[in-house]
């Protein structure tokens, strides 16, 4: 089984193929990275109920799963570029 990851800004899509090369038969669109009491996790698409107030998962996956849609997904994050650059001319106010 082969997990490919394509990146979307914030946001990225997970495909599976039978092998390497092969056409993608599911994709997962709209998955991100979140940061929760245990450390980082794959949050998958949901939807919000406007009257209770309730997530409603649109993809359920296991554990281990999980797990290795996490490990891939952070080695092929993209680096994001510091929108603020500093220059060396530029000094904090004094208070």
């Not at 109920?49 to 997530?55: A, D, E, I, L, T």
């Not at 510091?82 to 530029?90: G, K, L, T, Y």
Request: hydrophobic share 35%; with cysteine; aromatic share 10%.
């Amino acid at each position: 089984m082969e997990i490919i990851i394509q990146w979307h800004g914030d946001q990225f899509n997970v495909e599976l193929a039978s092998r390497p090369g092969e056409e993608a038969f599911l994709s997962v669109k709209g998955c991100r990275i979140a940061s929760g009491s245990k450390g980082p996790f794959v949050s998958w698409p949901a939807t919000k109920n406007q009257q209770s107030g309730k997530w409603w998962n649109h993809v359920y996956a296991s554990e281990r799963f999980a797990a290795v849609v996490l490990s891939k997904a952070q080695e092929s994050q993209p680096k994001q570029a510091s929108r603020r650059q500093e220059s060396p001319a530029m000094e904090p106010p004094p208070f």
